[in-house]
Each structure stands twice: as C-alpha cells, then as structure tokens.
C-alpha cells in the first residue's frame, strides 16, 4: 500500500501565490523526499528532509516535517508558471533496508 | 537534461514482439531502478539493481525481464506484453544501494510504452 498520501489531489492558484501541499504517512520513516514531475518528464529530487528534522529550506521551497503527526508540507513561495506539475512525497520504512514508496502526488497549475 | 538518458523515448510494440528498453547513468550509481507509471499515478517500483545484482523484484510479471550489464547500463527485456502494460517506464539510479530511502533518486525521463 501506498506510504504517502498528498494533499490536495490538485490545486490551481495564480501566478506570485504561494503553494501548500501535504503529505501523511503511516509508519515510521527515516526521512521524506519531494519530487516534481513536469509533464511528460522524469521526477526531478526537490528535497530531502530528515527525521530529526522540523523544517528545510531550498530557494523557493520550504519543506516542515511533523513525525509526530506523521505529515509532511512543502511550500512553495512566489509561485511561476514553470512550478507547474505534478509534486510527489516519497518515504521509506525506518526499518532494513527498503526502497522509497512515493504518493499519489499533488497536481499543481499555476496561471500567469 | 537529465543525467540518466533512457532510449528509446516512446515505443509501440505489438503483443507478440520483442523489444528492450535502455538506461544509461554516468555518475557513479551503485544502484539502479525501474519504475512502471500510469497516468496521473505515482511511479510503481519493478526492480532494484545494487552493483550490478538484482536485489529487489516487486513480483514483476516474467514478461518483463530486467538485466545490468554493468554499473552504467541498466536494460529492461520486454516480450508477450498486454495491453495494460502501456505506461511510462522510469529508469532512476541513487549512489548506494546502502539505506536506499537516504539517498536521493536521480531519473530520466522515461519511456512511453504502448502495447497495440
């Protein structure tokens, strides 16, 4: 079963807004990672944040973590048309070695 | 552009034919990995190569059949495949095979499969 579960599902907001999407999770992780995905590309790694991390900062982006709450956000700031796409959260079990599992994903749209 | 390049871009291929898909990576990468994604979904984990050696297989259908010939290639055999197997396949490698969520995943941008 899918780890990560993002919300919204999609979200349209204009140009110079900024962008919140959530991600909760269920098991204990060792640390959550955000991909974007343009349309028709590959994922492209945004950030990784550590469990004994609450927050991260990368340009634009803003990324908390709430292990508490098993939930993640990421912010982006000022958003641009080009942040259109899709957003995925990925996490991976704090327990041996396994892979990442990513959500269902947030599909952004931002309008000049 | 991407550091892993995956050929050919888009394919359609018959229920009968034999086909292979191609990924490439010059950075170094222990591990490497195949991804199958439908529309508007998550990318789903076929199969993870560390050094070289298939180390996961997520129950994979045996008409998918992955190979490494070495550390920078990574190939994914494709015979008898149905309908339902069309997607985009996402070829990904990560540093390490170590801890493998720690470590971020670099991708290409795929391979649009579709089975006539």
């Known amino acids: 079963s899918q780890q990560g579960e993002e919300d919204p599902q999609a979200l349209s907001i204009q140009e110079g807004e900024n962008a919140t999407m959530n991600c909760s999770y269920k098991t204990s992780i060792n640390n959550l990672q955000w991909y974007r995905q343009n349309s028709g590309r590959g994922l492209v790694h945004l950030i990784l944040?550590?469990?004994?991390?609450r927050e991260k900062h990368s340009g634009r982006l803003r990324v908390t973590l709430d292990t508490s709450k098993k939930s993640s956000s990421l912010l982006i700031t000022a958003s641009r048309a080009a942040d259109t796409a899709s957003y995925f959260c990925?996490?991976?079990?704090?327990?041996?070695?396994?892979?990442?599992?990513f959500g269902k994903g947030t599909r952004l749209s931002v309008i000049a | 552009d991407t550091e892993v390049t995956q050929t050919p871009k888009h394919l359609v291929m018959g229920m009968t034919n034999k086909k292979s898909l191609k990924c490439e990576q010059h950075m170094g990468h222990r591990a490497m990995y195949w991804y199958k994604q439908k529309a508007k979904k998550p990318p789903e984990l076929m199969f993870v190569y560390s050094y070289e050696k298939l180390s996961i297989n997520e129950s994979v259908p045996s008409r998918f059949s992955p190979e490494c010939p070495n550390s920078s290639l990574l190939n994914l055999h494709l015979h008898a495949l149905q309908p339902e197997d069309s997607a985009l396949y996402l070829c990904a490698s990560s540093q390490d095979f170590q801890v493998l969520g720690n470590q971020p995943q670099h991708f290409g941008d795929g391979t649009r499969l579709s089975i006539l």
């Open positions: 990925a996490t991976a079990r704090n327990s041996g070695n396994t892979p990442l599992v």
């Open positions: 944040i550590r469990s004994n991390e």
